[in-house]
């Protein structure tokens, strides 16, 4: 939930630079996205660390995407029972409820999201043909790196580095979702 710091530009010689940047790592969240080539997309699945939401989060929970699916993971990563969860959650919401029609999802070929037969069935059940990416390739097989992603992460910094200069205090996981409710981030 940190940024990462700009560019600072400044003149020769000069003696002081400021720069903001946040003293500690912070906390992995991960934001699951769906898109299609016409640009309609699902909302988001949003992955914090953790066992039980605090009264705060839960609060703060009326500030997220409508829609969202907001959860907890050991890691704040992504397992494969979060992935069957994100399988029902991509099934509400896909384009085609039409049984004649089938839907295509494209995914990284990462283990958790491809690997539990649980979601390769629900997908088999709606009538969606899954098509894995090989794991850990370069952005040039992943289509939504450059596309989405990229330009998610550029706003992200900008936004949380304007939320830290603000209050000298990284995002925490209570003003998370509100900051990118506001700016429209997802």
Known sequence: ????????????????VSSV??????????VGACTNALGNFIPPMVLFKGFRMSPNMIKSLTSAPEGALVAL???????SEMMVRWGEHFCKYKPHGDAEV???????????????????????RNNVEVF?????????????DKALFKPLKNKWDEVAQNAFRVDQQNVSR????IIT??????
């Open 73 to 79: 993971t050991e890691s704040g990563y992504i397992t």
């Open 21 to 30: 940047t946040p003293s500690e790592k912070g906390e992995t969240v991960t």
């Open 102 to 124: 089938s839907d295509v999802l494209l995914l990284d070929g990462h283990a958790t999201h491809v690997f539990k037969l649980e979601f390769l069935n629900l997908m088999s």
């Open 132 to 144: 894995a990416l090989p794991p850990h390739t370069t952005h040039e097989l992943q289509p939504l």
């Open 1 to 16: 939930m940190t940024f990462k710091a700009g560019d600072v530009v400044a003149g020769k010689g000069a003696k002081v």
């Open 174 to 177: 209570q003003n998370f979702l």
């Open 181 to 186: 409710s506001v700016k429209n981030i997802f």
